[in-house]
């Protein structure tokens, strides 16, 4: 049995971006939920305690991939991961 839930060492990214491996505790998306699912909110929209609290959390994630040197793949790996939280970062 694979563990699905990690991330793809070399992206960073999930198999199924924004999803909690487990269980569907997040909004309804679709044609008919009435959610504006897909829309990215900007990281200058965030106040500074919420990215605060992402900053820390995708440290946290970080510990998990192989370490880089490269700034350009940092800040992808960040983008994405945030991407995956509905937020865009341009950085």
Do not use: N
Request: negative net charge; charged residues 30%; glycine residues 14%.
């Amino acid at each position: 049995m694979s563990d699905s839930s990690r991330p793809d060492p070399i992206s960073g990214s999930h198999p199924h971006p924004g999803r909690a491996s487990g269980s569907d505790s997040g909004p309804a998306s679709g044609p008919d939920s009435g959610s504006d699912f897909g829309r990215l909110r900007d990281w200058g929209e965030l106040d500074e305690s919420e990215r605060t609290r992402l900053l820390v959390e995708h440290g946290r994630w970080l510990d998990g991939l192989p370490p880089t040197c490269s700034l350009e793949s940092k800040v992808q790996r960040l983008r994405l991961w945030l991407a995956q939280r509905g937020i865009d970062y341009r950085g």
